[in-house]
């Protein structure tokens, strides 16, 4: 049964039931991680109310580094939990042929994204440590679920009766040191060096962010029953999403309407080998929130990119521009939608009396 998302804060609220400090139970920081999210879904001290504090031990930079990972990966378990029992998405392991034994990532989607024939909205975030319902590690641990998050997106998604999948794009590599695939406790922002690369193995189909998106694409979205899919993409996963339209560029643009790029680090002219199909598309289809001093939706000169229009996500604040931006974008794309299927029912063939008579003579 899908959860009654009615009231602003009523996520907030389900999310509550369950806790942030169950899962620091065992933990070796247990004590120096007094944390829980409240009803705000903002990270507190469950003693002093206080916000996260990163410097706990006093001059001891690596010790503090450590620490911040061990909560970085309990938010992860935890953001995991809200996913699958207050936002109602299935966890899907892929490759879908992998062995046993073998290292598996997965993302999430709602229970009947491949089926319905409703309009389907991909999550698809930036580079970085976090992993699937993030925005941002950062911004969850400083502004709170609400911001941090892809939750509010969902939420949203799901009330305007679209599917949702969630995309996992930084989950490339496996620990040799760890047990379970516990990676957050030595993530590391990028792909580990060559030094420390015996220790890690690749994903198979999983590896890159780039790889991930496009098995996604090509083994479950492209599959989909419904015709009307949008991106919203963040930072690095515009750069992503620009990759999979010159891969797979026929297919992307017939099933996609739009894509609605936050602060992305494409680069068009450079991914798209001036393809002129291409960049027609992107300006047609595609609209830019970009973080900037202007208010919400005004538009921004880019001398760096032309290639779609490009507004204001009213703050300047770069963690915070997927929330500033949140009810514009889905303003945005409900105009998209309703223009394709507009146009789509222009150009459908209409039923006449002759027509109708010359089938029936023919039976």
């Known amino acids: 049964m899908m959860t009654d998302f009615t009231g602003e804060h009523m996520w907030l609220q389900l999310q509550h039931e369950l806790s942030l400090r169950k899962l620091m139970e065992g933990s070796e920081y247990q004590e120096e991680l007094k944390y829980d999210f409240n009803i705000k879904g903002e990270l507190r001290h469950v003693d002093t109310n206080e916000s996260f504090v990163f410097n706990y031990y006093k001059n001891a930079h ?23 029992r207050v936002c109602m998405l299935q966890k899907v392991y892929i ?17 009947n994204a491949l089926t319905s024939s409703c309009s389907l909205i991909v999550l698809l975030q930036d580079r970085g440590v976090f992993r699937a319902g993030q925005w941002g590690q950062k911004t969850t641990v400083s502004e709170g679920l609400g911001h941090g998050t892809q939750i509010p997106f969902i939420k949203m998604a799901l009330e305007s009766h679209s599917e949702v999948i969630v995309l996992n794009p930084n989950d490339n590599f496996v620990d040799l040191n760890t047990e379970n695939e516990r990676l957050s406790f030595s993530a590391r922002e990028e792909a580990p060096t060559s030094l420390q690369s015996v220790w890690w193995l690749p994903k198979r189909c999983s590896s890159s962010p780039e790889e991930h998106t496009m098995y996604i694409w090509d083994h479950f979205i492209s599959k989909s029953a419904t015709k009307h899919v949008a991106f919203i993409a963040h930072g690095y996963g515009g750069l992503v999403f620009v990759d999979l339209l010159v891969q797979r560029k026929l297919e992307v643009m017939n099933k996609v309407y739009s ?3 936050i602060d992305s680090v494409h680069n068009m002219r450079h991914q798209t080998r001036s393809d002129p199909q291409i960049q027609e598309w992107i300006q047609k289809y595609c609209r830019e929130w970009v973080s900037d001093s ?6 921004v000169a880019s001398l760096l990119k032309v290639n779609c229009p490009t507004v204001s996500a009213g703050t300047e604040k770069y963690g915070l521009a997927p929330s ?40």
């Open 294 to 299: 202007k208010p919400l939706d005004k538009a």
């Open 95 to 111: 490759p879908t042929d992998a062995t046993e034994n073998e290292p598996r990532s997965f993302f999430f989607m709602s229970k």
């Open 259 to 261: 894509v609605a790029f």
């Open 62 to 84: 690596e010790q503090n580094h450590k620490r911040y990972q061990v909560l970085g990966h309990l938010i992860t378990q935890y953001v995991y939990e809200l996913l699958e």
């Open 324 to 363: 500033c931006c949140l009810h514009a974008i889905f303003k945005y794309l409900k105009s998209m939608l309703k223009a394709k299927m507009t146009t789509a029912s222009r150009h459908s063939p209409v039923a006449t009396r002759s027509s109708t008579r010359k089938k029936r003579g023919n039976v």
